[in-house]
Nanobody
Framework: QVQLVESGGGLVQAGGSLRLSCAASRNIFTFNRMGWYRQAPGKQRELVASITRGSNTNYAVFVQGRFTISRDNAKNTVYLQMNSLEPEETALYYC?????????????WGQGTQVTVSS
């Protein structure tokens, strides 16, 4: 059973920063891609940023230049550094691990960590 455990969420004022962490129960190199998603109340879950096994990164347009995704393979952890946070970014942030073996694909999700940005 793969587990992804997020941490680092909390309450921050607009313009502030937070760093989220996602600790995996297995070697993150086994995932083809890991990412961060978020879901605000009444809205659909959306991709924030992702990083591949080869450390190629992808960002949603609305976070480019403010958020940075990174990985530490030795610690089996993926990070999301979030700067210049805005109140509209209040949401539950989820860690995702995606893997495929050439036949099937697998998606793993954490329980989420709450980020609240006050105005």
């Amino acid at each position: 059973q793969v587990q992804l455990v997020e941490s680092g969420g909390g309450l921050v004022q607009a313009g502030g920063s937070l760093r989220l962490s996602c600790a995996a129960s297995r070697n993150i190199f086994t995932f083809n891609r890991m990412g961060w998603y978020r879901q605000a109340p009444g809205k659909q879950r959306e991709l924030v940023a992702s990083i591949t096994r080869g450390s190629n990164t992808n960002y949603a347009v609305f976070v480019q230049g403010r958020f940075t995704i990174s990985r530490d393979n030795a610690k089996n952890t993926v990070y999301l550094q979030m700067n210049s946070l805005e109140p509209e970014e209040t949401a539950l942030y989820y860690c995702n691990g995606y893997a495929h073996d050439g036949i099937r694909s697998y998606d793993y999700w954490g329980q989420g960590t709450q980020v609240t940005v006050s105005s």
